[in-house]
């Protein structure tokens, strides 16, 4: 409870200091919920030509992308500004400053970081969303509760994935790019699997499970065969347990400011 008292207070400071301008926050909110929402108006312009993702209709494909920014509108808010938080503190010299405090650094990295802007990805996926269930037929109660579980699966690998970038910017300062790249391995995950080759399906479902993100737990969502999608949760595990890892060992080469 201590814990949970704490990241409450975070998260109360962070939203006090961005009502401090209302109207900077509300527009940073939509501009960012923009360019989130780009890939689903692509999505529905291929579709007015009349081209589409084979055996996905225009609903089930945008189904798949409101999952990924539901998972990105739960993960960026609530854990993955600790990148940038690394980031600023260590080019700072004020990483030191959560080194010395009583709790996990990386729990203080995760709740001085709270970002209330990027609640407004949150809010668009749970629109998307919606608009695509109400088009789609009804799943079954099995169907919703595997889907539930596999959404928790991909927002831990959103933390596998803030980890693994925290940790390298703990060392290689100012590695702005590190988010590029993050934008283009997730990028797999707004499509069907079936639209790849078997072997680069094998690659995002059990190599690195960024399947697990969108389109695994849309698939279980709409009944249909998700190859890969349970072998995909214990590689997550996996995959998170390794980035800790990663994270650990890079904070243990952090040489303070003045080194």
């Known amino acids: 409870m201590s814990i949970v008292r704490l990241y409450l207070q975070g ?4 939203i006090a200091g961005r009502l401090t301008d209302r109207t900077d926050y509300l527009l940073s909110m939509a501009i960012m919920l923009f360019f989130d929402m780009i890939m689903p108006l692509v999505t529905i312009i291929i579709y007015s ?10 609903y089930e494909a945008l189904l798949i992308q409101a999952i990924f920014l539901m998972a990105k509108g739960i993960s960026f808010p ?8 690394t980031i600023w503190r260590v080019r700072d010299g004020t990483l030191d400053l959560l080194l010395i405090k009583p709790r996990s650094p990386l729990l203080m990295l995760i709740v001085t970081a709270f970002d209330a802007e990027d609640l407004g990805k949150l809010i668009g996926g749970v629109t998307l969303f919606t608009v695509a269930v ?3 037929p009804a799943a079954a109660l099995g169907a919703w509760l595997q889907f539930a579980l596999l959404f928790l699966v991909a927002v831990l690998m959103f933390f ?28 797999f995950s707004l499509y069907p699997t079936s639209i790849f080759s078997r072997a680069f399906r094998t690659m ?3 190599v690195i499970p960024v399947a697990a993100m969108g389109s695994l737990p849309a698939a279980v969502l709409l009944g249909r ?3 890969g999608a349970w072998a995909a949760v214990p590689v997550v595990l996996v995959f998170t347990l390794a980035a800790y890892g990663f994270w650990v060992n890079m904070m243990k080469r952090y040489k303070s400011a003045g080194g």
């Open 160 to 187: 596998a994935f803030a980890l693994f970038i925290s940790g390298v910017t703990i060392i290689w300062v100012g590695t702005y790019r590190v988010y590029e790249i993050f934008d283009s391995v997730t990028m």
């Open 204 to 206: 995002i479902t059990t």
């Open 49 to 58: 030509t009349g081209a589409a993702f084979p055996g996905w209709s225009l």
């Open 134 to 136: 109400f088009h789609l």
């Open 225 to 227: 065969p998700a190859d």
């Open 11 to 14: 998260m109360k400071t962070s």
């Open 78 to 85: 609530f854990f993955f500004g600790m990148v940038w938080n």
